[in-house]
Nanobody
């Protein structure tokens, strides 16, 4: 059974940085793409980016501004999301999700990358940024 558990959320001050972790079990990260998503209060869930299965190439969607870094540690079955220069607009529940054999994990419309379908989801971790 695939299980994904996010951690690392909390209350942080604007301007700071945060690293979220996604611990995976029941799967090998080399065979699964892992995506990061977030859902702000009253808004739809949006994709931040992902790492593809296989070579683990990271992709970032058009909704982010270069402040996010996704990294994969296959030996630890861990995928992290670093967020820099946090602002109150980053307040959201952050989710990781997995999908087998997804490479690339995004599709490109000529301008932006968009995350593809992910079927297995974690429970989310809350990030609250105070001004």
């Amino acid at each position: 059974e695939v299980q994904l558990v996010e951690s690392g959320g909390g209350l942080v001050q604007a301007g700071g940085s945060l690293t979220l972790s996604c611990a995976a079990s029941g799967l090998g990260l080399d065979d699964f793409a892992i995506g990061w998503f977030r859902q702000a209060p009253g808004k739809e869930r949006v994709g931040i980016g992902c790492v593809s299965s296989g070579d683990g190439t990271p992709y970032y969607t058009g909704s982010v501004e270069g402040r996010f870094t996704i990294s994969r540690d296959s030996a630890k079955n861990l995928v992290t999301l670093e967020i820099h220069k946090l602002s109150p607009e980053d307040t959201a529940v952050y989710y990781c999700a997995g999908e087998k054999g997804l490479s690339p994990c995004t599709y490109y419309d000529g301008t932006y990358y968009y995350t593809r379908h992910f079927g297995s989801w974690g429970q989310g971790t809350q990030v609250t940024v105070s001004s």
